[in-house]
């Protein structure tokens, strides 16, 4: 898969400067060991990135995920701000099943610093417009959101994307103890998509 050629973009907020959605590269390898240093990373998500080495496996797996077409991952960075520009602020993905599947999923974390001003929901935005157009001819109908019950800002950030909650999910131990939502983004939700 290589539909995308430039970077994705999501634009500034008056409190936020605009996104650059673009793939990992090792050189993010350090930038992201000091991310995980925070225990909401490591509780909402599977990966615990402790040392550089670690770090470069994970990326490398973000990489293969490209080269494989089954998920699609990238790294967040902001623009356009003079001294902060290019600054890795978060992570979205895309995970495709089997070529011609009609949903896939998303995942998501912001940089603990940079929590609050919008930066998981406008790059979900950008990954979601992006993907309805990428996979349009290849069958792809709706994308999912899942979060365990108590992640209340992932549900947020859902609601903001308009992402419907559309299932209550049983818990499954021990990875998710408690129930959770998954929430579906179909297609003819989004204004740019009617
Ligand atoms: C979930 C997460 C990605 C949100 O990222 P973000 O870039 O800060 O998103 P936002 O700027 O929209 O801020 C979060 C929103 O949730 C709200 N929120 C925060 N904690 C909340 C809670 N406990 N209950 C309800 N809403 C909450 C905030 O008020 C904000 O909404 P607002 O803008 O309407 O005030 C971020 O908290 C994170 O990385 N968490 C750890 C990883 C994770 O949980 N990933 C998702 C796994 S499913």
Redesign the pocket.
Known sequence: MDEISAPLEAAATPLAPALLLRRWSLADAAGLVELYQ?S??R???SAALDDEAGAMRWVRGRQKGWRAGNRFSFAVVESGTPGRSGELV?HVVLKRGAPGAPSAEV??????H????????R?LQALTEWAITAFAGEGLERVE????V????????AQ?CRYELTTLLPAAPPAFPLEGHRHTWARGFLATDS
């Not at 995942?107 to 603990?112: H, I, Q, R």
């Not at 940079?114 to 929901?121: E, M, Q, S, T």
């Open positions: 925070d909401a990373l509780r909402w998500t978060g995942g998501y974390w912001t940089a603990a940079a929590r609050g001003r919008g930066v998981a929901p790059a959101l899942l979060h365990q108590d992640n209340g800002a992932s549900c947020r950030v903001k």
